[in-house]
């Protein structure tokens, strides 16, 4: 059996390399083959772009609501528009709250919360919005344009009105079904 100078066997030093280089393989293969939203692009263009549909500002790779310091309305020779816009209007929704057990005398109050937490979170993020709020089967389906902006109004419809809430992912988490329900109260039984 051959020894390394300090006693060690090689199969079990060789043993231990191959296992760590696996690691590294396993780690380098998952960040290679990460899927990303293939509306966000890939270079920074250079400079400050303004979208034509929503008015939306994109400087050093962050999309804002208010223009960049030193922004003077620039013309562009063709139309640039957002990621946001462009799910719009593609009709590719990043997450889907689906609504059971709205009353029809509370859908104002249900529609005036969910424009309310789009907003707060347009704020910090512009490309966070609702697609369309349709009526199907007795409750409300609400298409977003992030998985994240579903979550968060899955979790304010909760802590309005109580409920039961259920998230299912997709792929690699790039889509979310989240499922809103009321909560039914049985009537309690009393002692005879």
């Known amino acids: 059996m051959a020894r390394y100078t300090d006693g060690e066997d090689l199969t079990e030093r060789s043993l231990a390399h191959a296992s760590s280089a696996e690691k590294i393989n396993n780690t380098l293969y998952k960040k290679d083959h990460v899927e990303r939203d293939m509306y966000l692009p890939r270079l920074d263009p250079k400079g400050v772009i303004q979208c034509s549909g929503c ?37 590719f929704p990043g997450g889907e709250l689906t609504l059971r057990g709205v009353e029809a005398g509370n859908r104002g109050e249900f529609a005036r919360i969910l424009r309310n937490e789009e ?19 007795g409750g409300w389906r609400v298409e977003t344009t992030t998985e994240k902006l579903a979550q968060r109004l899955g979790r304010s419809i909760k802590k309005a009105r109580g409920g039961k809430l259920a998230y299912k992912w997709g792929h690699n988490n790039k889509f979310v079904r989240v499922s809103w329900q009321k909560e039914i109260c049985e009537p309690s039984k009393g002692k005879r």
Do not use: Y
């Open 55 to 91: 008015g939306a500002f994109h400087h050093r790779r962050h999309w804002t609501l208010t223009p960049p310091g030193g922004f003077s309305s620039q013309i562009h020779g063709h139309l640039v528009f957002c990621p946001a816009c462009r799910k719009i209007r593609d009709r």
């Open 119 to 137: 907003s707060r979170a347009r704020e910090k993020n512009p490309l966070e919005r609702i697609m369309r709020m349709d009526a199907e089967n």
